[in-house]
């Protein structure tokens, strides 16, 4: 690894700033660097290292798993309250050569009732299950 010298840029944590930052090396003891200034508030301070990568991974995956239970959750109230309250002879079996159109509620074998979103394309039509959203082909 290439050891900075006094007058040289580098990325270091600024105590003042409370941010990775661009900073000057001021002062080097032996191989480690002492003390550095820094580039945006001028002030001198000692050498920390960039705090950056370690924490922002941890806080990313953290806030991605929070995301997808949410909006599973979501999914299934959604789902509960169009299906809910409806007889079973208000589910249309499915079959592939079915039509239908969005509103319609849907008895799928293997999926259970589903409450279609939207007429994607000819053809497709994307429904909500319990289990979550599918898309499934039907007649045109
Ligand atoms: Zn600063």
């Not at 279609?116 to 289990?131: H, N, R, Y």
Request: net charge positive; proline share 2%.
């Amino acid at each position: 690894m290439k050891i900075p010298q006094a007058g040289e840029e580098l990325d270091a944590y600024c105590t003042r700033c409370k941010l990775d930052l661009n900073h000057r090396v001021v002062a080097m003891v032996g191989d480690i660097t002492k003390r550095v200034n820094c580039l945006t508030c001028h002030s001198e301070h000692n050498f920390r290292k960039p705090k950056g990568a370690s924490v922002a991974t941890t806080k990313k995956k953290t806030k991605k798993k929070t995301v997808r239970e949410t909006a599973a959750d979501k999914l299934r109230a959604e789902w509960a309250s169009e299906t809910e309250g409806h007889p079973d002879d208000a589910f249309a079996g499915y079959s592939m050569d079915s039509v239908f159109s969005e509103g319609d509620l849907i008895l799928h074998k293997k999926f259970g009732k589903g409450h279609v979103q939207e007429v994607t394309a000819e053809g497709k039509v994307q429904v909500l299950f319990e289990e979550g959203v599918k898309r499934l082909a039907q007649g045109t």
